[in-house]
């Protein structure tokens, strides 16, 4: 095989990826693009609309939170923004009843609160006694 059949076959091949890779949805840059700049704007109006429902001292604790559990974080500002949509929020949210908030999904998620316990290890021949012979 010569290097223009070789070239040939390479160029074949690739096109031959590049089209399943269309068809099987990886759609072309623009399209990503704009998938991407659309989730963007929504990630942005989210904020943006939980800046309106919850007082500074609130926001600052949800984002502390969800430093530590993401997936936390998310589920609270689903139901507060779901809240606010329905109406049944009169007020902005306080840090008072952002707690409460997480109360009651600590409960519905059936995590209980979290414990350590510290088990050390003892020695085979180490008595708690030997201090005593001085």
């Given at each position: 095989m010569?290097?223009?059949?070789?070239?040939?076959?390479?160029?074949?091949?690739?096109?031959?990826?590049?089209?399943?890779?269309?068809?099987?949805?990886?759609?072309?840059?623009?399209?990503?693009?704009?998938?991407?700049?659309?989730?963007?704007?929504?990630?942005?109006?989210?904020r943006?609309m939980?800046?309106?429902?919850?007082?500074?001292?609130?926001?600052?604790?949800?984002?502390?939170?969800?430093?530590?559990?993401?997936?936390?974080?998310?589920?609270?500002?689903?139901?507060?923004?779901?809240?606010?949509?329905?109406?049944?929020l009169?007020?902005?949210?306080?840090?008072?009843?952002?707690?409460?908030?997480?109360?009651?999904?600590?409960?519905?998620?059936?995590?209980?609160?979290?414990?350590?316990t510290?088990?050390?290890?003892?020695?085979?021949f180490?008595?708690?006694?030997?201090?005593?012979?001085?």
């Open positions: 010569g290097d223009a059949e070789l070239e040939a076959i390479r160029q074949r091949r690739m096109a031959e990826l590049m089209q399943q890779q269309q068809q099987q949805g990886g759609g072309s840059e623009e399209e990503q693009k704009a998938a991407e700049s659309r989730r963007a704007r929504e990630e942005e109006e989210r943006a939980l800046a309106a429902i919850l007082l500074p001292e609130a926001r600052e604790r949800l984002s502390r939170i969800g430093l530590v559990k993401p997936e936390k974080a998310r589920a609270i500002e689903d139901m507060i923004i779901g809240a606010a949509r329905r109406g049944a009169s007020e902005k949210v306080s840090e008072s009843r952002l707690i409460e908030l997480l109360e009651q999904v600590n409960e519905q998620s059936g995590q209980r609160k979290t414990t350590v510290i088990q050390r290890r003892r020695m085979a180490d008595s708690d006694d030997d201090d005593d012979d001085l």
